[in-house]
């Protein structure tokens, strides 16, 4: 196995942990060097408002300086910021930090021109193209808020957004490209527009060549035109602890949560992880296949590679289609990446079409130190498979929206840990992870419970819900001194975390509480078995039990009730007959969110035979009813 280039001895997890938890002020103060600052702080941890925390109180900074600015000024400025690769569109564009600045710095004179000024938000609703980072850092260069909505989210979902935000402006793009399908934009944010009580007051739309949109003649406004007489603006320093953006979270049902990210915290946060976490250098490609609507886009598409001096690759594509399942490979090798981060969705979708790695074999993808996986939990069997195919660390890492960057890892910029598959290793610096049970007391290693995190939280995280302090609090004083995670775990007799899916996602079987997470990673590593999901469904008798659907690999070709029978017997022989694994059904396609996460609350309310709504991130609808019928053929769902 290729190892990286880690860190030097003097450097080992255990102090530089250790420090983090006993000395944040130390800790940050030190790590918040390494960014630029208009003024300096007065105080790293504020802690006089509990249990809402401010980091880096007094002092103030720009995000996009930071991002762009200061390298050009440090000597980036011919270095690649942005290689923009997109099969659907058959273009590679590479913008260097200088071009970068440029624009950026032009299309922040738009927005001013426009009278958007300090504290006010802009929404953006855009595909995968470099404009979308462009209006994010311009957004941040003046000190507006951005608020990204995924593109093609429906109008009634983005109106939602449009109330709660109460943006200025709405900065779209004529359309997206999924796949092979063009999707019209303007239609959607007009719908929008109409349905919603808040409405902006100008929108400003990139016109892509393969649609073009209609404007309203006084409301919309072309971006092109627009940059043909725009004056580059200065940044503008904010405070610390002021909003850099909002982010609101996705599936939930109700009013969605507007998730707030601070410019201080953030920019430290983000800048510290690329060294220590994912071990790149400044100047090094990283690429995070995923889309700036999610945080992970914002995170690691965006922010961090930037801050960092990184070339960031943006891919208008996906895994497999777009042509075919080595696309990752074509990229990797094309461009020279050092670090590739997606979700294990990602790569069950390769092995699912490419099972013995063909594709791989075409390209030479040596740069390639490791791979990060994050989103959804990485099945021991994907991991086995990549850690195969590739022959470098494959890294599970777990964290979350609200947090902005990972909970836990495998540092590879601290010290590198033997890996074990299905556990995310360690607790990150900055996060004092703990397991209790239901009265709040903390578990010994080796015992399942909720996960949470001691507070305050690091740096990086959200300090609160925007315009919403009220259901903040709801994190936080369920456990009073912790955030809930939501998720169950248990730490090992080695300090690994493990997580075992969401905590509704243990069920009750006749008094025996079961992980269904547990029972996916035995299902997983059916020979024939692609993905997966269990879910718990109600039962009269033993309260719950857990009901599977796979999906095969591709060429498989045998009997559907043969493969259940031996995956039924593989959970009975590793978890025991108490388990009452007994139905799952063949299926083509698990319903999911267009990040890629299993919809499985969704799907156990098919199962449960209740009504659901169908989720606005869900990228094929046409599942849905699939697994209702496949449901129904074993004996679940409406009669």
Known sequence: MKQGGGMSDSLKYRDVYEQSI??????????????????????VLDDSKKPFYSWFTGGELNTCYNALDYHVESGRKDQVAIIYDSPVTNTVNKISYGELLDTVSRFAGVLSGLGVTKGD??????PMIPQAMVAMLACARIGAV????????????????????????????????????????????????????????????????????????????????????AKAVPCVPVAATDPLYILYTSGT??????????????????????????????????????????????????????????????????????????????????????????????????????????????????CLRYLFLAGERLDPDTYHWASGMLNIPVVDHWWQTETGWPIAANCMGIEQFPIKA????????????????????????????????????????????????????????????????????RFDLDGYLYIMGRIDDVINVAGHRLSTGAMEEIVSRHKDVAECAVLGADDQLKGQVPVGFVVLKAGVDRKP????????????????????????????????????????????KIVDGKEYVVPSTIDDPAVLPAIAESAKMIGYGKK
């Open 22 to 43: 006993n000395q944040p002020d130390v800790f940050w103060g030190r790590a918040a060097d390494a960014v630029q600052w208009t003024k300096k702080w007065d105080k």
């Open 121 to 126: 938000t802009v929404i953006i609703y855009m």
């Open 146 to 229: 951005h608020s990204v909505v995924f593109g093609g989210f429906a109008p009634n979902e983005l109106a939602i957004r449009i109330d709660d935000a109460k943006p200025k402006i709405i900065i779209s793009a004529s359309c997206g490209i999924e796949g092979k399908k063009t999707l019209a934009y303007k239609p959607l944010m007009d719908e929008a527009i109409n349905i919603a009580a808040h409405k902006p007051q100008k929108t400003v739309i990139y016109q892509r060549p393969q649609v073009k949109a209609d404007l309203i003649t006084g409301r919309d406004l072309d971006w092109e035109e627009l940059m043909k007489t």
């Open 253 to 366: 049902t109700g009013k969605p949560k507007g998730v707030m990210r601070d410019n201080g915290g953030h920019a430290v946060a983000l800048k510290w992880s690329m060294k220590h976490i994912y071990d790149i250098k400044p100047g090094e490609v990283f690429w995070a296949a995923s889309d700036v609507g999610w945080v992970v886009g914002h995170s690691y598409i965006v922010y961090a590679p930037l801050l960092y001096g990184c070339t960031t690759v943006m891919y208008e594509g996906k895994p497999v289609g777009t042509p075919d399942p080595g696309a990752f490979w074509r990229v990797i090798s094309q461009h020279g990446v050092s670090v590739l981060f997606t979700a294990p969705t990602a790569f069950r979708a390769i092995k699912k079409e490419d099972p013995n790695g063909d594709y791989l074999k075409k390209y030479d993808i040596s």
């Open 422 to 489: 299905g556990s995310p290793t360690k607790p990150v610096p900055g996060y004092n992870v703990q397991i209790q049970d239901m009265d709040g007391k903390t578990l010994p290693d080796g015992e399942e419970g909720a996960v949470v995190i001691k507070l305050p939280l690091p740096p990086g995280c959200l300090p609160t819900l925007w315009k919403d302090d009220k259901r903040y609090l709801e994190y936080v004083t369920e456990r009073p001194g912790y955030y809930v995670t939501g998720d169950g775990g």
């Open 561 to 604: 009730e043969e493969i259940v029978a031996e995956l039924v017997q593989m959970v009975r022989q590793e978890l025991g007959a108490l388990a009452c694994f007994k139905e799952a059904a063949v299926v083509k396609a698990l319903p999911k969110t267009r990040s890629g996460k299993i919809l499985r609350s969704t799907m156990r």
